[in-house]
Structures are given as C-alpha cells and as structure tokens.
C-alpha cells in the first residue's frame, strides 16, 4: 500500500500479497524487442522502423521490416516464421521493434565489382544497405532495377539499357554500405529514454502513450539469454509508464564462454547462479529446432501459443503449457550429443521453475506453467500468486484493465455515488471474468474506510481493493486402482 507521502496523479495498480484459506477493453498486445533486417527494405527511414513499435499482421511483415534466414542475427525474423508461417495455424497480430539502426550500425560505402551476364549480376547478402546501393553515371529504374529477394538472401540488378552503349556488360563497379551487426550491443538493447528520445527497451514507454497499446506480453529472443538484458527487461516491463503490468518471456542460453549448457544440472545452475527468478516471467531452456527452418527459442514458441490460448478463451486466462508445437526436436547446439527427453524427465526442470519442451505421444508440447520465481523446494515460501504464469498475468490483466477503464474519469469531481458505481461496475466486470471461466468465486471490490482516510481523500486519492481467485490450473491428475477379488464370486454363480 502506498503511503499519503508519494506523490500520485492518475490511476495505478498495486499488487498485495495473495490472501489464502488455509487447508471499454485497450488491445493487450504481444511486443517483441529485437533486430530486423530493415535495410533490405526501400525507403525504411521514412518508414518508422527503427525504435517504433511496428504492428505485424500476418506473413507480409517480410515486406515492412524484412526478412532473413540467418534468424541468429536478425532475430526479429524468427517471429515473423513462428507467428506467420505456422503449420499449426498463425496467430496474431503482434508488434515489433526493431534496435538495428542502418544509418548508424553499419560500415563506410565501399566499392564492389559486379559480373553482368545477359544483363543481370547478383549480390547475394543479406547485409547489404539497399538505399545506399549506387553504379556511378547510372540511374535507379533509368539505367537499372534492383529486386531483392528475402529467401534466398538476393539482390538482382538488371540493366535496363537496350544498346551496346547502354546495357551493362561484364564488370561494372558499385558501391553500397553494409551493417554492422557487430555494432548491436547490450547497451544498444537496453537503449535509453532522453530528452524525449526512446531507444531499445525504452521504446515500449511509447506504446500506450503514442499508440494506446498496453504490451501485456513481452519477449526479446536472442538478448533475455543475458542476466543483465533479463533482469532491465522485467524491471522495466513492472509497471511501464508508472502504470501497466507487462509479463516477460525469457530463455536461459544453451551456451555460454565456459562451453555447451546442454543438460539438467547445468541449466538449473546457470539459472541459480544468474539470479533468473523475477517473479513477472517465465523462463524457458533449451531451443527447439525445425527442419529446413533452424533452430527457435522457445519464448518465441511460447508467446505464440499464450496468444493462441487467449484467442480461443477470450481472455488470458491459460497457460502455454502442454500446448503441441510443430518442431522436430530438442536443439542444445551444433555441439551437444543430447537427444531429447520426455514428459517424466522434464518434470525436473518444471518443478525448479524452469519451462522447456517433452517429447510425448509422437510429438512435442511445452511443458511447464510456473513462473520464473517458482521452485518447488521453496514452495512454502513463496507468495501463492506466484506458482503459475496465469494467476500473475490474470492479476496483471485486472490492474491494467481497471487503470484503462477509469484513466479518463481523473480530475473530474467524484460523488458518494460515483465512488459506489466504480464499484458496482468494476465488480460486475469481474463478475463476467467468472462467467467466462477465467475467474471462480466470488470476486469482491471494496472500498475501505482503512485504506482511505480522510487526509488522503482531501489530496484526491481513492484506494479500491479487490479480491479475485483465478481459475485453478489443471496441473496434476491422479487416479488411484486396486484389485479387488469381489467379482469372482460373481463369476463363480451359477445362472
């Protein structure tokens, strides 16, 4: 409970500690923070591409941020496969936002030979800078077109010239500039908010501001496998703008500078070791691979089944776990010798608080609906809200959702009544929370003469609170047979 001595203006949210018996809805939005090969798009400065929050909608998202195969380096295009080219169905939409900046990440324009042959020559990159490309005394679409094309990470220019004097033939110099992927640090992913600039990180602050887009769900595949990206990420998603409750999805690395990080013990060492506990994420190891498509994290995986789960609920109510995913196994690295394991063998990592992926019944699911905070060791200790993902983002969902509902109504004058009709209303809201299965019980809003006093009703604050019980998840099921010699006797009489 905040005390009458910090200043407040607007409405906010506040977690309190679970309580436990003994024995007009914004877009919740999925933000993924990461690089994408926006110089392989025509005119990207002037298409906000760069530290803005970009909405993808289906497979043409290759067309607005670009694409590339090499989803190591340009991990924004695994999103764009995993949300948009999915066997099981796409989910979406989604939104983005890209920290690679081509005008300052890159090399110097360098001079480069061209082989034209019957009035074509390819560069095949996927680094190059497309609006830097030059052939010089020849102009773009007089003297020549370049296509690029993203799957097979190729640039072909053709010669538009029909006369000897015009085609270019054989070896013609250019000069283009490149990225420099080396260039993308951790400082540059973490970013900054300056002087009205945002970068990096930092960039999700504009989403509900500039955009009206609270990022309920946030990952950045590719950079969470670095404690201090992880740990600036939750910090950062814990009430962004003051205000909303985002849930982070985060994988552990399956290698680090001391060699491959490929098996149980070694996992749930990295893990305690590097403090991954923060209590708004889950927490994900090891990747996953598809044939013909490489390998994914399994953040990405997971925010796509949360979303798909959302979708079909109503509400973000479910968990990604024992979802079926379409992969084809376990990847620990080019280096690791391990095969995989299954339902029983994953329960390890689970019960440690660790999500991952099982083998079970001829494919593989996601296994795990704990948060990162969870560890079944230390489950007496531990705030009960925090054993499952859906009870953190359900509670998430209700700050942000009440914040939303009555954002407008501050600095207006309030009445007995209108005190009573926030609520009434914000009660009947939840109330249709239990209809729908995300919540049971009886959901309670109070306001309580305790939490409101005189003094800080004279400053303008009004605390409600409310009590809500998710849904109980259906981790465990246990079926108990025995043999009994009772039918026998049946058996045995005569008809």
């Not at 695994?78 to 890159?106: M, Q, R, W």
Request: with cysteine; proline share 3%; hydrophobic share 35%.
């Amino acid at each position: 409970m905040s005390s009458n001595s910090e200043y407040l203006y607007g409405t906010y949210g506040h977690i309190e500690n679970s309580v436990v018996d003994d024995a007009v809805e914004t877009e919740l939005a999925a933000v993924y923070v990461g690089t994408a090969p926006v110089h392989l798009v025509r005119g990207y400065k002037n298409l906000n591409l760069v530290n803005e929050p970009v909405k993808l909608k289906n497979i043409t998202a290759k067309n607005i941020i670009g694409y590339s195969s090499d989803k190591e380096k340009y991990t924004l295009s695994e999103v764009i496969d995993a949300h948009f080219d999915n066997v099981k169905g796409n989910v979406g939409p989604i939104y983005v936002i890209n920290i690679l900046d081509p005008s300052t990440h890159c090399t110097e324009a360098n001079e480069h030979t061209l082989t034209f042959v019957n009035g074509e020559a390819v560069i095949v990159s996927d680094t190059i800078i497309l609006d830097t490309f030059g052939i010089e005394g020849k102009v773009e679409n007089t003297d020549y077109t370049l296509a690029y094309n993203y799957d097979a990470r190729k640039l072909t220019i053709t010669s538009l010239g029909k006369t000897k004097d015009t085609k270019l033939d054989g070896q013609v110099q250019c000069t283009y500039a490149e990225v420099d992927m080396s260039m993308i640090t951790d400082t540059v992913f973490r970013g900054k908010k300056e002087n009205g600039v945002y970068t990096g990180v930092h960039v999700l602050e504009k989403m509900y501001p500039f955009y009206g887009v609270v990022p309920m769900y946030v990952a950045a595949p590719g950079f969470t496998d670095n404690p201090d990206n992880y740990a600036y990420l939750c910090d950062t998603c814990y009430q962004i703008n003051g205000h909303w409750f985002g849930f982070v999805y985060a994988d552990l690395p399956i290698q680090d500078e001391t060699g491959p990080i490929d098996t149980f013990d070694k996992a749930k060492k990295w893990r305690a070791d590097n403090d991954y506990f923060k209590s708004n994420s889950k927490i994900y190891w090891p990747m996953a691979y598809i044939i013909g498509k490489g390998a994914f994290h399994l953040s990405t995986l997971a925010v796509v089944e949360k979303m798909r789960v959302d979708n079909e609920k109503g509400r973000p109510c479910g968990t990604d776990g024992n979802k079926v995913i379409p992969i084809d196994h376990h990847y620990f690295g080019e280096e690791s010798n391990n095969e995989g394991y299954d339902q029983e063998d994953a329960n390890e990592l689970v019960q440690d608080g660790i999500s991952t992926i099982a083998a079970w019944g001829g494919q593989f699911k996601l296994w795990g609906d704990h948060t990162a905070a969870y560890q079944f060791s230390k489950k007496d200790a531990i705030d009960k809200r925090l054993y499952f993902d859906a009870n953190v983002i359900m509670l998430n969902y209700t700050l942000n959702m009440f914040q939303e509902m009555y954002g407008g109504k501050i600095d207006d004058t309030i009445t007995k009544a209108d005190k009573d009709t926030i609520t009434h209303d914000f009660e009947e809201w939840l109330g249709a929370l239990v209809a729908d299965g995300a919540l049971v019980g009886t959901p309670k809003v109070m306001f309580l003469e305790t939490n409101n006093s005189t003094e800080g009703i004279m400053e303008g604050r009004f605390v409600w609170n409310v009590l809500q019980t998710n849904a109980p998840l259906f981790k465990a099921a246990e079926c108990y047979a025995a043999y009994t010699s009772a039918g026998i006797s049946e058996f045995l009489e005569e008809e």
